[in-house]
Each structure stands twice: as structure tokens, then as C-alpha cells.
């Protein structure tokens, strides 16, 4: 790999995590309806877009665990570059304007990076100290916290895992420091994906920790190997991690503008808090995807109504709702000179029972409560109007556009027959004439999110369950605190990779916010994302399926439907891209005509 460049549609990379972000929208397969008129016809440079999106910007940083968004992941597609991009096919498409990679050994398996040229917009090159700022923080290689967190210490508090490069040992570095060789100590069938670039400036990262480049890069080369036996305090690489982790969450413009600083095409001008984000083009960019545009401003309109209001105006000029109904499908095909594409997102809605919560810690009642969800219902009402075909999601491993491996993992895992229709009766005998309270979080500013949570009450009610309404515009930030007993929202993927399955139902997982724990699961994770053989890795990604509706994890509600509408006055938004970069994937191709 990296011995060739993907020709067509560029793609900039967000060269963070392969791992599911969070949406707030009702927002993993892929393709659809790929309408999109005649947005590609030949643009100028130079000019000014404006998008509308659901959710509001929370940091600059979508692989801390607590911004782990997906309109910040959005942004950073702007914002940030790597080794490697994601086009509309979910193919792994190298990015040698950033840099190059190969695989040199496959026992050991062994990969060499090496940067071509890039740079930081303020003119910092991106270097060894990035690069194993990056490494230390996706490797947790000083990590020795202990499984129950009392002893030892994780140093970066990531939305992913640390399973793609856990493996890894130090990296060895060429004398210039522009290549890299990492070694694995056992395969990994995700290791293209394993090292994307560059998240967060360690120049940047340095100053917040106070010390110097030299001094953080003198730190991570002296970094001790984590062990949970033998915890050791390194007091200096916490200082480290927590400027990484803290650093840049920011909702509005921070007062020190080095937090700022792009390796992609555009570059934040300015942030107004709940409102809009505002990028412009990075003149010191150097890579091979420079932007066209002068200006994006990605302004926050959660009501769908309200995006399409701003559409029909010429007050937006790109929209793609979390929200999608028939209502607001129709009137955005009403309006005159405006292209529509739609698809089957590469995401899913979810209700998770909360492990770690007192409620839940009973199976019986956990069953209880499943049994009483009305996911027939809610697809009825709120996802059959846009979609004829929409169906009851029976999978927490597969969407259903992902058929073959869809139909494996429903054949095996019962889900049908456990909660495939309400059954209150049921849940009464399991329950035992108790009436346990419920508090749900999700999403209260997004009218989906309402429906489903209402639909859920007046059904678990019939039980003899109490539910509680936790719906909290702040939701995202509330799921990692688990005040609550059971959550509703939904991820989105990249489109890449299993690492989900260490994400959500590891035991631990930065997105585990579940505390969800099974041997059983976790041993079966590890050998799925070492099997290089892909029809016995789904076999085993088919086994924790079973294993999470066995256990009454939570259940799958449906994939979601997507559609972006973009004015005819815009060309390069012309193929829809399912993942969660969404209409952002080839943003440097954007331009007015």
C-alpha cells in the first residue's frame, strides 16, 4: 500500500480513531438512491458555502472520549489530513500528498510511514513528535490501569481503543524523523486502518502541558511500558495526556488561537457558541487536496424545518437533516434548482441499558423492559413514511444493507424470537409485580429522538414500569458519567474496520459507556481483530451478537435513512457518502459555479 493515489474525487482524511461517533441526529451498509443532478458541473475558486447541520461544535478534538461528535468529527474532516481517506465505497484509498505507507513484513507484521511534506498551518512541520504523540496515544503503551480502574492510570482518554496498535512496540524513526516503522506482536486484520495520521499538533499539545516540542518528544521516547501488576507514576506523559484530552474542548473561539492550527484545506476562522463554525482555506497547506473554496461556515440548525426554510431562502446551500420524514423529504423535493440524494446511512438508533446502573443489574428485569420496547411501532411511525422497506433492526453488529452478513447474524442470534414483538404480559411475570423506575437520556432538542422516547414510556408503562425523562440537549457530554439508566441515540461508522466491536462491547471500551463486561465477549473481540480470515471473523462477530442479546444489552432500533440536499449553484457535492464524514468527504472539491 501507499505506492499508489486514489484518482478521481479527492477525499480529505480526518486521520483520527476508526471508531463510531456519536450522533444526536436519527442517524452500519451504505448506498442508495445516488441522485445529485448536475452539482458537479465545473466551479470556480474562490467563494463562500454555507451548510446546515443538526448538532452544535463541542471541541476540536472527535477522539476524546466526552467530544467524540459527529459534527466535530465533521469538522475535523476539514481540518486535519492522513495517510489514507474513505471514498463513497468505504474502499481504504492512500493519501500520498500526506504521506506513504507499507507493509514491509507480515511475521512480524511490520508497516513503514513515511511523511512527504506536510505541515501545520502556522508553518510547524509535522514530524516525529506528532507522529508519536499520535502512536503513544493510539498504542496506550504507558496504559496500566487495572480492569476495575482502582490502580494505574490510562493517559489518554480516547473514544476508541487501544486494540489495532496495543500490540505495537516503541517506533523506530529514520534520523530525519519522517519515517516511521512500526512492529506488531501479533496480526491485526485492521492495521491499514491502525495508524491514520495526525489528530492533535504536538507542538500545540507541548505548550498546554508547558514544556517544550523537544522536551514532550524526549518524554514519549522515554515512556515506560504500562503494566497493571506494577503501576508506575510518569507524571510528566500525564501532564501530556491531559492537555490532549482537555486542551481543545471548546465551543466557542478559544483565547489562544494556537489551539486553531490545520493540516487540512481549511482552517477555523471562528466559532460562535451554539451557532455556527466557520472555516477558511489554509494557505500553508501542502498536500494534494487544497480546498477551492474560500469560506464554509457550518452553521447549527437543529429543527429540519427550519434547514429546509434556510435552503428555500439561499440562507444555506448544503443540508443534510438528522431528522428524516416524509414531511421534510417532500417539501426539500419542492424546492425549485435544488439536488437531493439519498441512502441508507451507515449508522443506527439504539436504546442501551445501563449496566452500572442499580436498576439494571437484575437479567429479569433487563428482559422485562426489552420486552416492553415497541421498535415495530417506532419504525411504522417514524421511518416507514421515508423508506417502503424499512424494517425492525435485528443485529447490534450489522445493518441491513449489509445483507450477507446481516442474514448471519439474525439466523444466529434470536432476536426475533426474544424481542421481536412487544410483550407486556411477559415483562409483568419477569417483573414480578415490582415497578422500577427508568430514566432514559437522549436527545431532547431532536424531535426523533422525542417520538422514540415517548413511544417507549406509554409501552413500558403497560408493564408496570416508571420512565423517566432524561432528554438533555447535553446528552453526549452526560452518556461517560452514567448517571442514568438506559440511553438513546445512535453511532455512526467510518465505514472501516471492526474496531466497534472493542469501542462498544469490550469490557472497558472508550465507547462502553455501558459498562457493559463479558468474558466471553471480550476474548471473542480479541480474536475477531487478530483473524485475518474474513468469513471466520464474521462467524465470530456473529457470537457476541448472540452474546449481547442474551445478556439484554439494549436492543437495535433500524438503520437510518439520509439524504443531503444541496443547491444547483454548488458543484463536487454529487455522490452520497454513507459514513460519518458525511457530505464533507471531498469538501476541497466543493465550489460555486
Not at 481 to 497: C, I, K, R, T
Amino acid at each position: 500500500m501507499g505506492k499508489y493515489t486514489f484518482k478521481g474525487k479527492a477525499a480529505v482524511s480526518v486521520a483520527a480513531i476508526a471508531a463510531l461517533t456519536l450522533t444526536g441526529c436519527a442517524s452500519v451498509g451504505g448506498g442508495g438512491d445516488q441522485g445529485g443532478g448536475e452539482s458537479s458541473a465545473a466551479g470556480q475558486e474562490g467563494g463562500v458555502v454555507t451548510v446546515a447541520e443538526t448538532n452544535a461544535f463541542s471541541g476540536a478534538n472527535p477522539s476524546y472520549t466526552k467530544t467524540n461528535l459527529d459534527i466535530n468529527n465533521k469538522i475535523a474532516q476539514m481540518t486535519r489530513e492522513g495517510f489514507y481517506t474513505v471514498d463513497t465505497e468505504q474502499k481504504i484509498q492512500p493519501n500520498e500528498g500526506f504521506g506513504t505507507y507499507k507493509k514491509i513484513s507480515d511475521d512480524p507484521l511490520t508497516v513503514e510511514y513515511e511523511l512527504k511534506d506536510p505541515q501545520w498551518s502556522d508553518g510547524n512541520k509535522i514530524d516525529k513528535a506528532d507522529l508519536l504523540l499520535e502512536w503513544s496515544m493510539l498504542s496506550g503503551y504507558a496504559n496500566d490501569s487495572s480492569e476495575d480502574g482502582k490502580t494505574g492510570k490510562d493517559y489518554f482518554s480516547i473514544a476508541g481503543s487501544t486494540d489495532i496498535l496495543g500490540t505495537t512496540e516503541m517506533p523506530t524513526f529514520s534520523e530525519d524523523g519522517k519515517k516511521m516503522t512500526l512492529t506488531w506482536g501479533k496480526p491485526n486484520a485492521d492495521w491499514e486502518i491502525g495508524f491514520g495520521g495526525v489528530t492533535e499538533p504536538a507542538h500545540v499539545v507541548a505548550k498546554k502541558a508547558g514544556m517544550t516540542e523537544d522536551e514532550l518528544l524526549k518524554v514519549l521516547e522515554n515512556q515506560k511500558k504500562g503494566d497493571p501488576k506494577k503501576p508506575q507514576k510518569q507524571p510528566e506523559l500525564e501532564k501530556i495526556g491531559k492537555a490532549w484530552d482537555t486542551a481543545f474542548n471548546f465551543t466557542s473561539m478559544p483565547d489562544d488561537k494556537d489551539l486553531l492550527v490545520s493540516s487540512g484545506p481549511f482552517k477555523i476562522e471562528n466559532i460562535v457558541e451554539n451557532n455556527s463554525v466557520t472555516v477558511k482555506k489554509n494557505e500553508n497547506y501542502t498536500g494534494d487536496m487544497p480546498g477551492k473554496l474560500d469560506e464554509i461556515t457550518v452553521r447549527t440548525i437543529s429543527d429540519p424545518t427550519a434547514q429546509i426554510q434556510a435552503l428555500r431562502n439561499g440562507e444555506v446551500d448544503i443540508m443534510q437533516p438528522g431528522n428524516v420524514n416524509k414531511d421534510t423529504l417532500d417539501q426539500v423535493q419542492q424546492i425549485e434548482n435544488v439536488n437531493v440524494q439519498k441512502g441508507d446511512q451507515l449508522a443506527y438508533d439504539h436504546l442501551d441499558l445501563n449496566f452500572g446502573s442499580d436498576v439494571f443489574k437484575d437479567q429479569k428485569v433487563r428482559e422485562a423492559f426489552l420486552k416492553t420496547i415497541p421498535r415495530q411501532q417506532i419504525v411504522d411511525q417514524l421511518i416507514k413514511p421515508v423508506k417502503d422497506d424499512a424494517s425492525v433492526l435485528n443485529s447490534q453488529m450489522y445493518v441491513s444493507s449489509q445483507k450477507d452478513e446481516y442474514g448471519k447474524a439474525v439466523e444466529k442470534n434470536e432476536a426475533k424470537s426474544m424481542y421481536g414483538e412487544v410483550d407486556i404480559e411477559g415483562a409483568k411475570e419477569l417483573l414480578g409485580g415490582k415497578t422500577p423506575t427508568v430514566r432514559i437520556l437522549y436527545n431532547n432538542q431532536n424531535p426523533q429522538r422525542v417520538d422514540t422516547f415517548q413511544l417507549i414510556k406509554e409501552s413500558a408503562e403497560k408493564a408496570g414500569f416508571k420512565v423517566s425523562d432524561m432528554g438533555d440537549p447535553n446528552w453526549s457530554e452526560k452518556l461517560a458519567d452514567g448517571d442514568y439508566d438506559a440511553s438513546l441515540f445512535g453511532w455512526v461508522s467510518p465505514g472501516v474496520g471492526t474496531e466497534m466491536l472493542s469501542q462498544i462491547f469490550k469490557t472497558g471500551g472508550g465507547g462502553n459507556y455501558t459498562k457493559y463486561s463479558n468474558k466471553d465477549v471480550d476474548k471473542l473481540v480479541d480474536e475477531a481483530r487478530t483473524n485475518l480470515d474474513e468469513n471466520s471473523r464474521v462467524d465470530q462477530i456473529v457470537d457476541i451478537d448472540k452474546h449481547t442479546f442474551e445478556d439484554g444489552y439494549g436492543l437495535p432500533l433500524f438503520q437510518s435513512v439520509g439524504y443531503v440536499a444541496t443547491s444547483d449553484k454548488i458543484a463536487g457535492v454529487d455522490t452520497y457518502q454513507p459514513n460519518q464524514t458525511g457530505v464533507f468527504w471531498n469538501v476541497s472539491e466543493w465550489s460555486r459555479k
